[in-house]
C-alpha cells in the first residue's frame, strides 16, 4: 500500500502563486510516476500534470502548460507542483496521485493510490 498526504493549499488572487506538495509514504519504491488532478466544484476530475520519479518525464495538461510545473524529490519521497499566474479557473481542490505501473499516466484509470485532496481557491 501506498499512502499519500497533500499539503500547501489555500486561497490566493489570481495572478498569484501556490506551491502544492505530496508525501509519500508505505511501499514508495513501487511508484513509477506521480500526478496531480484536480476537480472543481460540479465537474469532473481532470488531469493536471505528472512526472516519472525515475528520469522525472513530466507531462502537462493544456491549461496549465507554461503556468504549471510538477516536480520529485526522490531522497524526500515527495512531488511538488509549482502553480504561478494562477487564474479564477484553476479552483478546485487537488489531489496528488500515485501509479505502480510502467507508462507516464494522464488518466484516473492510470492512478492507483490517491490523497485526500487540498482546496484551492483564485479569487478574482
Known amino acids: 500500500q501506498v499512502q499519500l498526504v497533500e499539503s500547501g493549499g489555500g486561497l490566493v488572487q489570481a495572478g498569484g502563486s501556490l506551491r502544492l506538495s505530496c508525501a509519500a509514504s508505505g511501499r514508495t519504491f513501487s511508484i513509477y510516476d506521480m500526478g496531480w488532478f484536480r476537480q472543481a466544484p460540479g465537474k469532473d476530475r481532470e488531469f493536471v500534470a505528472s512526472?516519472?520519479?525515475?528520469?522525472?518525464?513530466?507531462y502537462y495538461a493544456d491549461s496549465v502548460k507554461g503556468r504549471f510545473t510538477v516536480s520529485r524529490d526522490n531522497a524526500k519521497n515527495t512531488v511538488s507542483l509549482q502553480m504561478n499566474s494562477l487564474k479564477p479557473e484553476d479552483t478546485a481542490v487537488y489531489y496528488c496521485a500515485a501509479d505502480t505501473d510502467y507508462g507516464l499516466g494522464s488518466e484516473e484509470k492510470d492512478f492507483h493510490y490517491w490523497g485526500q485532496g487540498t482546496q484551492v481557491t483564485v479569487s478574482s
Open positions: 512526472v516519472t520519479l525515475t528520469i522525472g518525464r513530466r
